[in-house]
């Protein structure tokens, strides 16, 4: 692929992505954020196999767009009755938010530009890191890893404990 | 020009501030209990993008295996959070935030 080409479908994405984050926030509806940010979670993964995480932009994918995405449908479907005309979602703040979005922003955009110690290492990632993920796993990263399961089991078994439906007549 | 079209370090750098601050936004302003989790994402996802970005440039795999690990944790806190959220409603017939203010009925 030439350089050009990379360089095209680079900005494609970024825009893809950083425009339906900006509709995710700016529009009042619940379900048209939902459905924004299921573009914003596919621009990242795209993002994600330019960055060569090929195998974090397939978990991106299986998890993000597969798990949280739908969890956060069935939580709009839950909260707000699909018979009713669309809820409105309130905004307080907008001034200091407006504010903040734009400070944190720009200041972190000037640091990002006028910073000219980036130098890039001589060994990038290059290529697939499938393997090499899994050899950090099972061996620098173990002890994270196992735990990790254990939080996800225990979260997992403790929201479902949450959110259960109260039998009537108990 | 050429910075502009040799992709490197600060592109990433600049989509993922874009990320954070709009979730920033979403977090402040939004009084839907499930539009500030979006935003939590969004912000999960800026410092995810940061972890990996530095990771290519630096050529180690810290930054991706800290993205592995935020993912899972992200799927976690999103799972609780949402059980919080329709508890929530079952009480208050709500999700909005800003109306929820007492600890006990």
Redesign the interface.
């Known amino acids: 692929m030439s350089?050009?080409t990379?360089?095209v479908i680079?900005y494609l994405f970024?825009a893809i992505?950083?425009c339906s984050?900006?509709f995710?926030?700016f529009t009042r509806n619940?379900i048209y954020?939902?459905f924004s940010?299921l573009f914003?979670?596919f621009g990242?993964a795209a993002?994600?196999v330019?960055?060569?995480?090929d195998?974090?932009a397939v978990?991106?994918v299986v998890?993000?767009v597969g798990?949280?995405l739908v969890?956060?449908l069935?939580?709009?479907m839950?909260?707000n009755s699909i018979m009713q005309a669309p809820k409105k979602?309130?905004?307080?703040?907008?001034i200091?938010?407006?504010l903040?979005?734009?400070g944190?922003?720009g200041a972190?955009?000037y640091t990002?530009?006028t910073t000219h110690g980036?130098m890039?290492?001589?060994?990038?990632?290059q290529g697939s890191?499938v393997e090499?993920?899994g050899f950090?796993?099972m061996s620098?990263?173990v002890l994270?890893f196992e735990m990790?399961s254990i939080?996800?089991l225990a979260?997992?078994i403790?929201?479902?404990f949450?959110?259960r439906f109260d039998k009537p007549g108990k | 020009m050429e910075q502009l079209t040799t992709i490197g370090l600060n592109h990433y750098l600049t989509i993922s501030a874009f990320l954070l601050g709009f979730g920033l936004f979403a977090v402040m302003t939004r009084k839907n209990a499930i539009v500030v989790l979006m935003g939590v994402e969004l912000i999960l996802n800026a410092a995810n993008i940061n972890f990996l970005a530095f990771s290519k440039y630096n050529g180690g795999m810290e930054g991706v295996m800290f993205a592995l690990f935020i993912i899972v944790i992200a799927a976690a806190e999103a799972a609780i959070a949402l059980a919080i959220v329709i508890n929530i409603f079952k009480l208050y017939k709500s999700v909005d935030v800003s109306s929820i203010d007492s600890m006990k009925e």
Not at chain 1, 50 to 53: E, G, I, R, T
Not at chain 1, 89 to 94: G, K
Request: no cysteine; net charge negative; aromatic share 16%.
């Open positions: 350089n050009q990379y360089t680079f970024a992505t950083v984050a900006a995710v926030v619940v954020s939902a940010l914003t979670f990242v993002l994600y330019f960055l060569s995480a195998f974090i978990t991106q998890v993000y798990g949280i969890l956060l069935f939580g709009v839950f909260t979602s309130e905004v307080l703040h907008i200091p938010g407006t903040l979005l734009a944190i922003t972190l955009l990002f530009y980036w890039p290492s001589e060994t990038t990632l890191i090499r993920i950090e796993t620098r990263y994270p990790v939080l996800l979260a997992l403790g929201a479902a949450l959110a």
